[in-house]
């Protein structure tokens, strides 16, 4: 999942975005054994670049617009879909409601920066590399934490796109087992954690790369979340952000 505010490219695990949608009623707390206290007052509140709920939580069905990658995205939602809040930390992201562990899917900008090391144990230098679908299938290839599939043509909303699966090593290389795929300027990064299963479908746009994560936790059913994948990738729509952006 990708984190994109953290002040140094740490990983913040989607337990804790499961944990805020328990909260808020986006997915059932008897299933975690929760009895959550209210959460806090935010000191303001969250500013959604899009049409999704600022606050997050449980989102109708209907279509939805975010231009915060700098494109504007629109994309259409069946019903068992959340939102994590504007200010969670981790982008465009949604969560099935039907699931009993994190399972999401997620949109994260690719520019060709990837981190050196990528369990960050002695570095998190970032280094360029080929800022294309290609290049960074080959970059995730290379990844010795992973363990990545041929990459597979398709074609999102009219654009290019190169589609991979990926599964983590056993043993994991990283300690903690946590690993960096690439780094999202200007100090953030998409990570997977140890037992994840994710697709990456990777579209060449005309204003850059966006990558489409499709990706489970242990303890949710990756099948599923694919099939709930489908009809919102299917949906998408990608043009110009609006300038200026509305609210803006």
């Known amino acids: 999942m990708p984190t994109v505010t953290q002040s140094r490219p740490r990983r913040r695990s989607a337990a804790a975005a499961l944990l805020l949608l328990v909260l808020t009623g986006a997915l059932p707390g008897g299933a975690a054994g929760a009895s ?13 670049e899009g049409t999704l ?17 700098g ?3 629109t994309f259409t939602l ?17 969560l099935r409601r039907d699931q009993a562990a994190p399972a999401l899917v997620s949109i994260a900008p ?11 144990a002695t570095s998190e230098e970032t280094i360029e590399i080929e800022p294309t679908a290609a290049g960074l299938a080959a970059e995730l290839a290379a990844n ?6 041929p990459p597979e043509e398709r074609e999102v909303a009219g654009f290019p ?10 043993p994991m ?11 999202i300027p200007p100090e953030g990064a998409f990570f997977l954690e140890d037992g994840e299963e994710a697709g990456f479908t990777i579209v060449e746009t005309d204003a850059g790369v966006l990558v489409i994560a499709v990706e489970a936790y242990p303890g949710a059913d990756y099948a599923a979340l694919v099939a709930a994948a489908e009809p919102l990738i299917a949906s998408l729509e990608i043009g110009p952000a609006p300038s200026p952006a509305p609210g803006g």
């Open 71 to 73: 494109q504007t995205l």
């Open 144 to 149: 010795p934490s992973l363990i990545v599939g």
């Open 173 to 183: 290389a990283c300690e903690p087992p946590v690993t960096s795929l690439w780094a």
């Open 36 to 48: 959550p206290s209210p959460l806090p007052s935010p000191a303001a509140p969250a500013v959604r």
């Open 53 to 69: 709920p600022a606050e997050g939580g449980p989102v109708e069905p209907g279509t939805y617009q975010d231009w915060s990658l």
């Open 161 to 170: 796109a190169l589609h991979v699966e990926v599964g983590i090593q056993q």
């Open 78 to 94: 069946d019903d068992g879909w959340a939102a994590t809040a504007a200010d969670a930390g981790y982008g465009l992201a949604l």
């Open 110 to 120: 690719f520019t060709g920066l990837a981190h050196r090391d990528p369990c960050l």
